[in-house]
């Protein structure tokens, strides 16, 4: 165990997962939804992120995916996620069979253990040992889980006029996250496209 590792670890993925940026669409989800599983989210999201820190090339290699392929995937829900925030559209819509499926979808994928967050974990492993990179992990699930049973007290807080500008301006930097991760990976995959050709 190495505490530098394990600080830098919960450091990096903190800044990736961004759940404090992700107040707004969770406050939003819980509209939708009447009430947000704040437990069943963390342990949805945390369980995605061991299973990739252990397994995770190895299940996209399976279904024959790339990395690249994977990230595109997530980047695509969230930038429809940011457009409803931006535009207070409904994309989106609520099916009444399927209530309380949102703490998992989009709340656990992609917004918490989204793209980004399992691609870092997958980065993370050819530079830190997997026992610290694990630890790093669990601390970040603590600060998610705090977050998450804390927005009815930060939406009162805000207030509606409040919510709404976090709203827009969450909703921007989400849609400039996701098509960070659409451009570099797609730029990615054609690198290698076109390095396999000339092979």
Same mark, same amino acid.
């Given at each position: 165990?190495?505490?530098q590792?394990?600080?830098?670890?919960?450091?990096?993925?903190?800044?990736?997962?961004?759940?404090?940026?992700?107040?707004?669409?969770?406050?939003?989800?819980?509209?939708?939804?009447?009430?947000i599983?704040?437990?069943?989210?963390?342990?949805?999201?945390?369980?995605?992120?061991?299973?990739?820190?252990?397994?995770?090339?190895? #299940? *996209? $290699? %399976?279904?024959?995916?790339?990395?690249?392929?994977?990230?595109i995937? +997530?980047? /695509?829900?969230?930038?429809? =996620?940011?457009?409803?925030?931006?535009?207070g559209?409904?994309?989106?819509?609520?099916?009444?069979?399927?209530?309380?499926i949102?703490?998992?979808?989009?709340?656990?994928?992609?917004?918490?253990?989204?793209?980004?967050?399992?691609?870092? #974990? *997958? $980065? %993370?492993?050819?530079?830190?040992?997997?026992?610290?990179?694990?630890? +790093?992990? /669990?601390v970040?699930?603590? =600060?998610?889980?705090?977050?998450?049973?804390?927005?009815?007290?930060?939406?009162?807080?805000?207030?509606?006029?409040?919510?709404?500008?976090?709203r827009?301006?969450?909703?921007?930097i989400?849609?400039?996250?996701?098509v960070?991760?659409?451009?570099?990976?797609?730029?990615l995959?054609?690198?290698?496209?076109?390095?396999?050709?000339?092979?």
């Open positions: 165990m190495n505490i590792e394990i600080l830098s670890v919960t450091l990096i993925l903190f800044s990736v997962i961004d759940i404090v940026g992700s107040i707004p669409i969770v406050i939003d989800l819980r509209k939708k939804e009447g009430h599983e704040s437990l069943k989210a963390t342990v949805v999201s945390g369980v995605l992120m061991i299973v990739f820190l252990y397994v995770g090339a190895s #299940i *996209l $290699s %399976l279904f024959g995916l790339d990395q690249h392929s994977f990230a995937a +997530g980047a /695509i829900i969230m930038f429809f =996620i940011a457009v409803e925030m931006i535009l559209i409904t994309l989106f819509r609520s099916d009444p069979t399927s209530k309380g949102g703490s998992i979808v989009p709340l656990a994928f992609p917004l918490i253990a989204g793209a980004g967050t399992l691609t870092t #974990i *997958l $980065s %993370l492993r050819a530079v830190y040992l997997p026992t610290n990179i694990l630890i +790093g992990i /669990i970040n699930l603590v =600060i998610i889980y705090i977050v998450l049973k804390s927005t009815n007290f930060l939406e009162r807080k805000l207030g509606p006029g409040g919510f709404l500008v976090l827009r301006v969450f909703g921007i989400l849609l400039a996250i996701s960070k991760i659409f451009k570099e990976n797609i730029l995959t054609f690198q290698e496209f076109v390095k396999g050709l000339t092979l």
